[in-house]
């Protein structure tokens, strides 16, 4: 095993390596352009030159190892091999071993899932302290030895946990704990689901995951792409730097929101917000039920025959043919347009061996002219439609809902999202929650194109129809679902995984708990549990890995002390507070002179909406009148339990008013 002077030298022999890499990609890009070949063969090597040449530069000064591996003399192929672990794979020369192995190659997995009690036939695991792009320290734990270690003895994976959280998220490579690295590791054909207490990873588990997917399964996922949904856009600037530093940089990121307001969406401006009442209905499954019986009631039996007169002929589809075409589709198609197509396709076809009976030649100008003069007939009894004509129609007429609604919407309901009167849609009042049955609309009209994986963050909020949308997404794919259900805070968030499952399409998709916190100290976890057994879901407690951290309970409003107490600690500063509280806050910490950002903003002090503080971490969180947080929504004890556990190493609860009984 090498000294701390040799692996220093190793490092920059790898750096150097690295930077011959790049410079041949970039160099390969060049000549490729030269490269003679057929049009497909040259765009295909001009992208994948250039995909690797950018994949390279994304690299940047991070450490380029973070941990070594050395084998046994009974470990098989591997005896007597030692391995370096980095967050991609570096090579000095065509042909000779790598000098550092990516970290999602099948050999790395012994580095994260070994132990002294299952060696899995290494001798010597060796990890690395870095300070910036430097190697300072290095910590070797003999796994071959029978003495046993604890599972948190090292010092350096301990000091990576717990340092300062400032700017975007890192990623979790160096760290990652055997039960977080097996569902890193699930396969492409596995959807999975992890019920996540808050700091256990989940949210870096997820990501992994769809850097591993990537990395194992390229070939495939490149074709059909990955698809990364998160609760809101602070929360994808806080993520956003993860997957670049894995290498994968070609990961569609977007929030429910962003993902609705796709082309279809387009069509409508919102221009209104729905009352809670009608949000809620519109959000619940039996929309989807809804919305299927008011288009599929405009197809109708047909009552006459289609007669298309060509020169001196007149070719005929009987009416009982014609209505069989019409059944046969209805029953066949995957969705309405497509069905609709194929009866017309089904009657020039028909008229077609009539033709050609007689000895015509059907040729493509024959059969457009054909279809062109059956259309009329096939739009009589299968009308063709927009998603957004549709939706107006449903939602500006009482008479279209009732029938459409029965027996699955009451009248109280049915009045909560029905318009006062019939509306345009160019001109009508769209709302966020009208995006989502628009969506439904246009997958019952078109299927759309689906992603070779799925990862849903924040899964427990997402309500049926938002989770119909992203099953259709996912439909011939994978998923990865994370989430909480003590951080339900939405109207319909779900009360259990099973249910949740069975809306985005995976009802067998496999359930892991992960419940030990490594971001949150113990003190703050201690805390926030206390708010669990009055919350309506089953959950197991949080245990947390750190027995560092600090908490304060001040009964003050004097916000500018309290920031002023904790600017002196290193890491970031988050103040959250009830909405409606927020911009008094801003103003009075901007006039005692402390600059302040948005949650998705670059800086030292953010003052956060409780409503956007999901999925944020801050190392010293001011949480301010717990109280008005509670009473400021009908989840408000869910909301105040996500907004105590946003503190990585300090917490301090700001109040004037008394507590909520639940925290005593």
């Not at 929030?255 to 729905?274: F, M, Q, W």
């Not at 009055?534 to 951290?549: A, C, E, I, N, Y």
């Amino acid at each position: 095993m090498r000294s701390l002077a040799e692996e220093q030298e190793y490092a920059e022999e790898c750096r150097e390596a690295l930077r011959r890499m790049v410079s041949g990609a970039r160099e390969n890009v060049v000549v490729g352009e030269e490269t003679w070949g057929d049009r497909y063969t040259a765009e295909r090597l001009g992208f994948y030159l250039k995909t690797l040449a950018r994949d390279l530069a994304e690299e940047g000064d991070n450490p380029p190892y973070f941990g070594l591996i050395r084998y046994g003399g009974d470990a098989g192929e591997h005896r007597d091999q030692a391995y370096y672990l980095g967050r991609r794979h570096i090579s000095d020369a065509i042909g000779r071993p790598p000098m550092v192995i990516d970290w999602r190659a099948p050999v790395s997995t012994t580095f994260y899932r070994a132990s002294p009690t299952d060696p899995r036939g290494l001798a010597t695991r060796r990890r690395f302290g870095w300070s910036g792009n430097r190697l300072t320290s290095f910590e070797d734990e003999q796994l071959g030895s029978a003495e046993p270690a604890p599972t948190f003895g090292s010092e350096l994976v301990r000091r990576e946990i717990e340092r300062a959280r400032v700017g975007p998220m890192r990623d979790i490579v160096a760290t990652i704990q055997p039960e977080q690295d097996e569902v890193v590791r699930t396969e492409l054909e596995v959807s999975v689901c992890v019920q996540g207490a808050p700091g256990t990873g989940k949210t870096a588990v997820g990501l992994h995951r769809a850097a591993y997917l990537l990395y194992a399964h390229r070939g495939r996922l490149q074709r059909n792409g990955v698809l990364v949904i998160g609760p809101n856009r602070a929360f994808l600037h806080y993520i956003s730097a993860v997957l670049p530093t894995l290498g994968e940089v070609d990961v569609d990121q977007t929030t429910v929101e962003d993902l609705l307001a796709g082309p279809d969406a387009r069509r409508i401006t919102i221009r209104a917000t729905d009352e809670p009442a009608a949000a809620a209905v519109k959000h619940d499954v039996r929309m989807a039920g809804v919305l299927q019986r008011a288009l599929y009631e405009r197809i109708s039996v047909p009552e006459n025959a289609i007669v298309v007169p060509d020169g001196s002929y007149k070719w005929r589809v009987n009416q009982f043919e014609f209505a069989e075409m019409v059944a046969d589709a209805r029953a066949e198609a995957t969705a309405y347009l497509i069905g609709r197509e194929r009866v017309i396709a089904r009657v020039v076809a028909s008229l077609q061996r009539q033709a050609e009976a007689r000895g015509q030649n059907c040729n493509g100008v024959w059969l457009r002219k054909m279809a062109r003069a059956a259309t009329p007939a096939v739009e009589a009894v299968w009308p063709a439609v927009k998603a957004e004509d549709l939706l107006a129609e449903i939602l500006g007429s009482r008479e279209l809902l009732s029938r459409a609604s029965a027996d699955l919407l009451n009248a109280d309901q049915q009045n909560a999202i029905s318009w006062p009167r019939p509306r345009k849609a160019k001109t009508a009042p769209w709302t966020a929650a009208d995006a989502v049955l628009l969506d439904e609309v246009s997958a019952l009209l078109e299927r759309g194109p689906t992603y070779g994986h799925v990862i849903v963050d924040e899964a427990q909020d997402i309500s049926p129809m938002q989770c119909r949308a992203i099953a259709r997404r996912s439909e011939h794919g994978s998923i990865t679902v994370l989430g909480d259900l003590a951080q339900g805070t939405t109207p319909w968030a779900a009360r259990t995984w099973a249910e949740q499952l069975a809306h985005l399409g995976k009802p067998s998709a496999e359930q892991v708990a992960l419940t030990t916190g490594y971001r949150v100290p113990a003190s703050v976890v201690e805390l926030a549990n206390r708010l669990l057994r009055s919350l309506p879901v089953d959950v197991p407690q949080t245990t947390s890995f750190r027995s560092d951290g600090v908490l304060a309970i001040t009964e003050s409003d004097d916000l500018v002390s309290a920031v002023q107490r904790a600017l002196p600690h290193e890491g970031s500063i988050g103040v959250i507070a009830a909405d409606d509280r927020i911009a008094d806050l801003t103003d009075t910490l901007k006039a005692a002179g402390i600059e302040t950002v948005a949650p998705d903003g670059d800086g030292r002090v953010a003052v956060v909406p409780a409503s956007l503080a999901k999925g944020l971490e801050y190392d010293h969180v001011i949480a301010v009148e717990p109280a008005e947080i509670v009473e400021a929504e009908p989840r408000g004890l869910n909301r105040l339990y996500v907004i105590l556990t946003r503190a990585v190493s300090r917490l301090e609860v700001l109040h004037t008013r008394p507590l909520p009984r639940e925290l005593d």
